[in-house]
């Protein structure tokens, strides 16, 4: 069984940083393919970066060049590393896990498992 187990959440100022950790139990971590989410109040779950298990990466364009998405295999890790944030990043952080993990995907169907969620607050 798969677990996912999100860290690093937080308030910050706009303009600010901070890094996302996913911990990941379970076997055969370097084989799937991860993906971080976010769920603003009031709206429905998007999508935010995904990586392949050959570390490809793929990011919404709100983020790109603002958020990086990493893994350590060794250390059944994927992290979010988020800079220049603003007000609007505001949300619960969710990460994922999906058993293929050849591909990135943004599709929240197509991932098996989830953590709990890590809020981040930005304010302005």
């Known amino acids: 069984q798969v677990q996912l187990v999100e860290s690093g959440g937080g308030l910050v100022q706009a303009g600010g940083s901070l890094r996302l950790s996913c911990a990941f139990s379970?076997?055969?971590?370097?084989?799937?393919?991860m993906g971080w989410f976010r769920q603003a109040p009031g709206k429905e779950r998007e999508f935010v970066a995904a990586?392949?298990?050959?570390?490809?990466?793929y990011y919404t364009d709100s983020v790109k060049g603002r958020f990086t998405i990493s893994r350590d295999n060794a250390k059944k890790t994927v992290y979010l590393q988020m800079n220049s944030l603003k007000p609007e990043d505001t949300a619960v952080y969710y990460c994922?896990?999906?058993?293929?993990?050849?591909?990135?995907?943004?599709?929240?169907?197509?991932?098996?498992?989830w953590g709990q969620g890590t809020q981040v607050t930005v304010s302005s």
């Open positions: 994922a896990a999906r058993r293929d993990g050849s591909s990135r995907s943004a599709n929240e169907r197509q991932y098996d498992y």
């Open positions: 990586i392949s298990m050959s570390g490809s990466t």
């Open positions: 379970g076997r055969t971590f370097s084989s799937y393919g």
